[in-house]
């Protein structure tokens, strides 16, 4: 039972980690200035990689505080650690996952599945943007 408040935990870390991601990828294409006529798919591709590449300090900071501040409980060895142990693992390792899915697999996603919306060939082969 103590294993699953854990993962509840790290479950509500992983999904604010992810919607905040996710709203700076795509907040960063909204400005006026990211999808004019002029853009191309690999400047797209650029918007999406330095909009992700802002968020990284922000989520290593939270995510290594969560971790360290684990630490300390899953060294313990007192009265009631075996339970706070089976709460503070999942979070460790859960805390590690998300953090490398959110800046690693997140922007890879949100730019496969945001081109085709954005972006098409006509007959001729060349690029149209749609606004």
């Known amino acids: ?28 294409l909204q400005k006026p200035e990211a999808l004019d ?13 330095q909009s992700a590449a802002q968020r990284i300090r922000p989520m290593l900071m939270t995510s290594l505080t969560l971790l360290i501040s684990l630490i300390p409980i899953l060294i313990s060895d ?19 996952s998300a953090l490398i899915a959110v800046l690693l697999v997140f922007p890879a996603i949100f ?9 098409s060939t006509d007959d001729k082969g060349k690029l149209k943007i749609h606004q």
Request: glycine content about 10%; charged content about 20%; hydrophobic content about 55%.
């Open 78 to 96: 007192g009265t009631g650690a075996d339970v706070m142990k089976r709460i503070a693992a999942p979070m460790v390792g859960g805390t590690a």
């Open 1 to 28: 039972m103590a294993v699953w408040v854990g993962m509840i935990a790290m479950a509500g870390l992983a999904a604010e980690l992810g919607l905040l991601m996710l709203h700076y990828l795509d907040d960063a």
């Open 111 to 119: 730019a496969l599945w945001k081109a085709p919306r954005l972006f």
């Open 37 to 49: 006529s002029k853009n191309r798919l690999d400047e797209f591709h650029e918007k999406v990689a």
